[in-house]
């Protein structure tokens, strides 16, 4: 029997609507659901809080957790590191929790790397109902400048290219839709560990 709770990645690309999604599920309690927080170089920003929001480190710091292998994932973006720490997520599990990852594509390779033996692994790619609404998703939601734009657009492009990846595909046409087939996954895969 598996006692552990779940991992499970949502992932998809940039502006595919992941944090909304993800909002819906923390929701639903009968899902055991513990948001993972990640851990970042970038400086805090007003209102955010140290262990809410991410958890807050040096360069050094960050660095330290890479070479000890704490990291599920990590990236540099715009400047700073960004990265899933290992032990929260193991704590979590053992607790039962199910432990939901909203990462990137590029995270969720590495982390399918490291668990590819773990039965309690579940990942799902959040994938628009066409590019073209993904744009629309990314120049609408954005006040960055129109190179970052520019960039984020041609990364979501190779990015819709990885759903095969990933355990299960979900197109997010509406978010209550989405939501809820995401939810019946994490259902129906809750129910085969038990």
């Given at each position: 029997m598996y006692k552990k709770g779940l991992l499970i990645i949502l992932s998809g690309?940039?502006?595919?609507?992941?944090?909304?999604?993800?909002?819906?599920?923390?929701k639903d309690g009968s899902l055991n659901l513990?948001?993972?927080i990640s851990m970042t170089t970038r400086k805090m920003r007003p209102g955010e809080?140290?262990?809410r929001e991410y958890y807050f480190v040096s360069e050094s710091e960050f660095k330290k957790n890479i070479n000890s292998g704490n990291l599920l994932e990590y990236a540099k973006f715009v400047g700073n590191y960004y990265g899933t720490p290992k032990d929260k997520v193991e704590a979590m599990r053992l607790e039962g929790k199910?432990?939901?990852?909203?990462?990137e594509v590029s995270g969720t390779l590495q982390v399918?790397?490291?668990y590819s033996e773990d039965p309690g692994v579940v990942s799902i790619f959040l994938k628009p109902p066409s590019f073209a609404d993904?744009?629309?998703?990314?120049?609408?939601r954005s006040t960055e400048p129109d190179e970052i734009i520019q960039e984020r657009m041609e990364k979501a492009r190779s990015e819709l290219e990885c759903g095969h990846y990933y355990q299960y595909v979900v197109v997010n046409d509406t978010v209550d839709r989405a939501a809820g087939e995401v939810a019946a996954i994490i259902?129906?895969?809750i129910e085969?560990?038990?």
């Open positions: 690309p940039s502006g595919v609507g992941k944090g909304t999604v993800r909002n819906e599920l923390i513990y948001y993972s809080v140290n262990g199910n432990v939901l990852l909203e990462i399918l790397g490291k993904l744009i629309a998703r990314i120049k609408n259902s129906k895969r085969q560990a038990q």
